[in-house]
């Protein structure tokens, strides 16, 4: 069924949103332009000259043009995917460098295949040397190294945030899975709904990953919970997408503002629990303090 397009800031538009599912967080609370964008498709596009050279060529032109391409689509897929591990680390405290530094890598490989498209251009070891490394710095200059250190591992447990690591994957799974099967709907309001649930479950994440002892209390958060919320997202979605049910989407909405509210709940807690630690440590320390006589009167 068409919906008009509408929302709080189109014309008669409501605070609400034309569903009755209000958003009171802002869906772009705490997010950041993608670092992927444009000039990185640029990098995919630009090659494709190669092929259309490589064709009017003989033999040997032709392999080194093709190669040259291969080369460069591999620098464009690797900065794309270095990029993308560079924003998971800047949007947690406490995280580990990329295994594989992808940026520095793609920053060679558009050397290598600037190089080899310029070794079948007349005029010797020159221009491919020229147009390797004068490729590679530009590369490299415009988007950077990748991470090259761990951030906020001082007097961390690396066993602790293994673990945590390997449950924020699989919750972020998850959530994946719960916005692709949601965006099947067609319900922009209950789509921009889920977004909300996201980043709160998101900072359940944050909290875990500042504190790993918090796992243990909230393990069956990151698997249990949003497994089945996974699978009840993927039904709603497929049954709303062949015939909207209203009351299948109030009872959705209902399962949603309950999970949210536990997330939200159990984040508090442990938020809470932290203070609590803090407050035993500054507790401690004063009393040692005055037993050694320092502590002001």
């Known amino acids: 069924m068409a919906r008009r397009y509408g929302g709080k800031y189109s014309p008669g538009g409501t605070p609400g949103d034309d569903s009755g599912v ?6 772009f609370h705490g997010k950041r332009p993608a670092r ?9 596009v630009v090659p494709l000259l190669l092929a259309v050279k490589a064709f009017g060529q003989g033999p040997v032109g032709l392999i080194m043009d093709l190669g040259a391409l291969g080369l460069m689509l591999l620098s464009a897929w690797l900065t794309r995917e270095g990029l993308r591990a560079q924003e998971a680390y800047e949007a947690r405290r406490v995280a580990r460098r990329p295994a594989i530094p992808r940026k520095i890598f793609g920053s060679v490989a558009m050397g290598l295949g600037l190089a080899l498209a310029g070794a079948v251009a007349p005029g010797g070891l020159v221009a491919p040397v020229v147009f390797g490394l004068l490729g590679a ?11 090259l250190h761990d951030k906020g ?23 994946g899975a719960i916005h692709d099967a949601i965006q099947r709907s067609g319900d922009r309001a209950l789509t921009a709904r889920v977004d909300n649930f996201l980043a709160t479950a998101r900072k359940m994440f944050r909290s875990i990953e500042d ?12 698997g ?25 989407r109030a009872d959705y909405v209902a399962l949603l503002d309950d999970l949210e509210a536990n997330f939200t709940a159990q984040t508090a807690k442990l938020l809470q629990d932290d203070r609590s630690d803090l407050d035993i440590q500054i507790d401690v320390l004063r009393q040692r303090l005055k037993q050694e006589g320092v502590a002001p009167g």
Request: glycine fraction near 6%; charge should be neutral.
């Open 22 to 27: 209000t958003t009171d967080t802002n869906p």
């Open 36 to 44: 992927a964008g444009a000039r990185v498709n640029f990098l995919f």
């Open 137 to 147: 710095v530009l590369h490299f200059g415009a988007f950077g190294p990748d991470p």
């Open 153 to 175: 591992m001082e007097g961390v447990d690396r066993f602790q945030t293994d673990r945590v690591a390997r449950a924020v994957a699989e919750g972020e799974k998850y959530l």
């Open 211 to 222: 504190d790993p002892r918090d796992l243990s209390a909230s393990r069956k958060y990151l």
């Open 224 to 248: 249990v919970y949003l497994m089945g919320m996974r699978d009840a997202t993927v039904k709603f979605a497929d049954l709303y997408a062949r015939k909207p049910d209203p009351a299948a």
